[in-house]
Structure formats: C-alpha cells, structure tokens
C-alpha cells in the first residue's frame, strides 16, 4: 500500500475544463498540461479513475425542446462525454500513461464496455480508467455518476475539478471579496440552495453512503497531487 492519503480516487472533470480557452470542443494544451499533473500521482502509486463531463458539446437539459425529447438530448449529452473521454484517453497515452476509456453508453467499435471487474482490472495494474458516457441513462449529470462510480470502485475521495478553488459565501468570480469556506457538512451542501458548484443529487449520494468530495481549482498546479497528500487547498464537503 502507498504513504498517500488516498490509494483510489475518482476525478471528474467537467467539459468546460477539457474545453480550456475554447468555447467549446476540446483545448489539447489543456488536456496536455493535465497530464504533467496525473503522472505524479501514477508515479506515487494511487489509481485514478477520471470521469468525465460533456457540457462543451452538449447538456440535455439546455438541448431539449423544439421537437428534441429530454431523453434523446440525454443521450446526445453522454455522446459529447465519450468524445472526451476518446480524446483525452489519446492524449494521455501519447504522453506516456497507460488509459482505457470504459463507456458505460454501448460503443463497442471505439471503446471497451464499462464492466465492474474490467474496470477493477485496468486500476489494478495502474492503469487511468476513464469513464464515458456518464452512469449510461439520461436524466443524470456526470456529477451523480461520478459519486455513482466512486463507491461503486471503492474510491476514498471525489475530486471535483473547478474554475474556482472551493466553496466561497458568494461567487469568487463576481465579488472579489468572496470568502472561501475550508470545510462543509454533507447536510450543508444538500440543503443550502446556494451552494450549486455540485447537483444536489450527487451530495445526496455521498452524505448516504459517507464519501467524501473535495472541490479544488482545476488549473491550479500540483492541486490533485496536493489533495492526493492530504494538503488541499479547496474546500471539503464531508
Ligand atoms: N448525461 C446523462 N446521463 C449521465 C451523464 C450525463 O444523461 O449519466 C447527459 C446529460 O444530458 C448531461 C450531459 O450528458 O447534461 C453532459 O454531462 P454534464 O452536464 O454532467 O457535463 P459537465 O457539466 O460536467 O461538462
């Protein structure tokens, strides 16, 4: 077993983060920055599963309407998180980390199925696992199926990866004189209106089931490897 305070984590990276500078699609400087962050903590011996979100290419709920029925536009959301998934598992392995994407949406001809153990199989010999297609039904985020996957592979931790580093009294990118809150109850995050950096499905299933969620700054460097330490600077909701 490693020194590390966590031995499996669950990353869930939104589309907005993948999308970097860009409107929307995918930034690979970003994502080629990212890597520099995941090796240490592969180095390190900690196995990460990456979830990723779709919202640079399409979210169901803004696309329903006009014809376009909720489920279908669902369904639209989780083919954007599995071009994200397909791209970012390229650009890690091109940079030397061994990848599979596991796509819990059926997509046999360009990734494998997310099955449990297969899953379990790829962590174990340190490989990143990086999730598509979300939980694979439509009225869920990628935020409820990363908290889904994180205690269904027995994560100790979900890193939510934001523009901003944590929860704050108000929005930090508005009020320059936003306080950043350190630690949050599960109660807290489930019932404060205000607190939106999650759905409250997702705080819902980590309060049940106990799993903590760090938010932290995605662009901030050695955040992950920090948190992995122990030594985060974003908030905890726990
Ligand atoms: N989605 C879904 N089921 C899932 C995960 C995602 O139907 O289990 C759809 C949903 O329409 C969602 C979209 O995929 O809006 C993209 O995911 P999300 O909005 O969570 O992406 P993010 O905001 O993290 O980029």
Known sequence: ???????????????EQLAGNFES??????????????????RAGVEIIIMVGGGNFARGERLAGHGI???????????????????????????????RCLSSIFAEQVAEPFIHRLANKHLE?????????????????????????????????????????????KDPTIYPDAV??????????VSDYDIRIMDKAAFGLAMEHKLPIIIFEAMQKNAILNTVN??????YIG
């Open 1 to 15: 077993m490693n020194q590390n305070k966590y031995q499996r984590i669950l990353l869930k990276l939104s589309g």
């Open 25 to 42: 699609g995918i930034d690979p400087v970003i994502c080629t920055w990212l890597t520099e962050e995941i090796k240490p903590i592969i």
């Open 69 to 99: 029925k909720r489920v279908t536009a669902d369904h639209i959301g989780m083919l954007g998180t599995l071009m994200n998934a397909l791209a970012l598992t390229d650009i890690f392995e091109s940079n030397g980390i061994p990848t």
């Open 125 to 169: 010999k340190h490989r990143v696992v990086i999730a598509a297609g979300g939980i694979g039904r439509p009225y869920m985020t990628t935020d409820t199926a990363a908290v889904s996957l994180a205690l269904e592979l027995d994560c100790q931790v979900v890193l939510k990866a934001t523009k901003v580093n944590g929860v704050y009294d």
């Open 180 to 189: 950043k809150i350190d630690k949050v109850s599960f109660r807290q995050a």
């Open 230 to 235: 122990g030594k985060t600077t974003g908030t």
